[in-house]
């Protein structure tokens, strides 16, 4: 919820400049097929780094233990993933929390188009 209180305090108040809708998910990817490239994030994705990025494009992150549902997932064009490398997802790390993973994937996103 964008209006956790600890939501607000984290953003600093800043969470009240930006326009927040609430919908169901499912349903609005079905309305915007064809208009916007959505993008999964999973463990058995194409590495982020070997996607070619479309846009308009919409990244979808899931429950850090649960991961997206079956529906997100089948409603998704592409699948990606954070590429296994040393320091970040190796045989020892089991997952990363959903900020960090959504951290390194905006990162490699914002690389490719800048």
Not at 2 to 20: D, E, H, I, L, W
Not at 56 to 65: C, K, T
Not at 68 to 90: R, Y
Request: hydrophobic residues 40%.
């Amino acid at each position: 919820d964008v209006y956790n209180p600890k939501t607000v305090q984290a953003t600093m108040g800043s969470v009240f400049r930006v326009a927040v809708y609430y919908t169901p998910l499912a349903p609005w990817l079905e309305q915007q097929h064809g208009n916007v490239h959505t993008y999964a994030t999973a463990l058995n994705g194409t590495p982020v780094k070997e996607v070619v990025k479309k846009s308009p494009s919409v990244i979808l992150f899931g429950n850090e233990s649960k991961g997206l549902s079956d529906q997100l997932l089948k409603l998704s064009d592409t699948v990606i993933t954070i590429p296994k490398f040393e320091g970040v997802m190796n045989n020892r790390t089991e997952s990363l929390n959903v900020a960090m993973s959504a951290a390194i994937i905006c990162n490699e996103w914002r690389r490719d188009t800048v």
